[in-house]
């Protein structure tokens, strides 16, 4: 199956700080990425759709202003948590689909964010 | 947008035992896919079966798309088969909805 990676797996920083996450697909084009959250012992929600070459739609509730998402080519999207602050800490997944709705959509690995 | 119900919330096995697994969703879907979460958060993708019914090595799942459902089913259960099971549906745009998993234990 296609592969989706996301960097860095793990990342510790302090509050204030901002903290770049970076997805890429590893052997698809993948004009449509999304960036989900996950909180311990809770599921997956979606926090945006980053599509390529435009700006990333954001679902209710989530600012964006503070988590900035920028999908630069067909095969990278990055998530930027600016200012981060304790309660932002979280596992966030980001997953792609090669292009076309109707397909499979392939996960990353995560990232577990920890602000202190 | 498209409500997604998992059953049961958590479950117990002993080795060997099988088990299923159920995931209701409120609406017609495009995709539905099934995925184990290991201890270290990694989401592992078992299946894409929007229908129909699909068998990989000990794990088989089933979607009646037509009644809103899918089931996967985990036969001759191992220590290793421990962990979250999360089941995803999308209806539009590729955005897919979680349920909220089942917590899969089982003891040796």
């Known amino acids: 199956g296609a592969v989706v990676s996301q960097h860095p797996s793990w990342v510790i920083c302090k509050s204030g700080t901002s903290v770049k996450i970076e997805c890429r697909s590893l052997?698809?084009?993948?004009?449509?990425m999304f960036w989900y959250r996950q909180f311990p012992k809770q599921s997956l929600m979606l926090m945006a759709t980053?599509?390529?070459?435009?700006?990333?739609?954001?679902e209710q509730g989530v600012e964006k202003d503070k988590f900035l998402i920028n999908h630069a080519s067909l095969t990278l999207s990055t998530l930027t948590v600016t200012s981060a602050h304790p309660e932002d800490s979280s596992f966030y997944i980001c997953?792609?689909?090669?292009?076309?709705?109707?397909?499979?959509?392939?996960f990353g690995q995560g990232t577990r964010l920890t602000v202190v | 947008g498209i409500q997604v119900e998992q059953s049961p919330p958590d479950l117990i096995l002993q080795e060997g035992a099988n088990s299923t697994l159920r995931c209701n969703f409120s609406?017609?879907?495009?995709?539905l896919q099934w995925f184990h979460q290991n201890p270290w958060g990694q989401l592992i993708n078992l299946f894409y079966i929007p229908s129909g019914t699909k068998q990989n090595g000990r794990l088989s799942a089933t979607t009646v798309a037509t009644e809103r459902y899918s089931l996967l089913y985990i036969s001759s259960s191992q220590t290793t088969d421990s962990g979250v099971y999360f089941c995803?549906?999308?209806?539009?745009?590729?955005?897919?909805?979680f349920g909220d998993g089942t917590t899969l234990t089982v003891k040796p």
């Open positions: 995803a549906a999308d209806t539009n745009a590729g955005k897919s909805t």
């Open positions: 052997d698809f084009q993948a004009t449509t």
């Open positions: 980053s599509n390529e070459g435009s700006k990333a739609t954001y």
């Open positions: 609406d017609s879907v495009n995709n």
């Open positions: 997953s792609a689909r090669v292009k076309g709705l109707n397909t499979e959509a392939f």
